[in-house]
């Protein structure tokens, strides 16, 4: 990898990275691959969040171009979020690809190591 390739990459991974990062973002992004939802919703699939954080996350999201925000309302105030069109089966791609990678390194990285990260009905730590 020449120094130019190099460059994009640390600055692709680092831009990826700003998009991925802030708490509950990936499982925001979960979510919006079913399709469509209110903020109600969306709390109510994570419901160890605030309305405030997942706002919060859905205006980064949307002024990044990830998200999309529906104003549906004739007389009641109605929004939904979606992931945007031309992103979304990389979106959905990427977030399945996490989720593999999460399950085998549970399955198998975590066995290698003798460690458990979390507590569970069997103890742990």
Known sequence: ???ASSQFAHHASFAADTLLHGKWRVEVLCVLCSGPVRLGQLARAIPRSSK???TQNLRDLEAAGIVTRKDLSDLVWHVE???NEELR???VALIEHLSQWGKAYLRNGLQKNGKQTRKGPGGGT
């Open 52 to 54: 405030k954080v997942l």
């Open 81 to 83: 979020y979606e992931l």
């Open 89 to 91: 089966e990389s979106i």
């Open 1 to 3: 990898m020449n120094r």
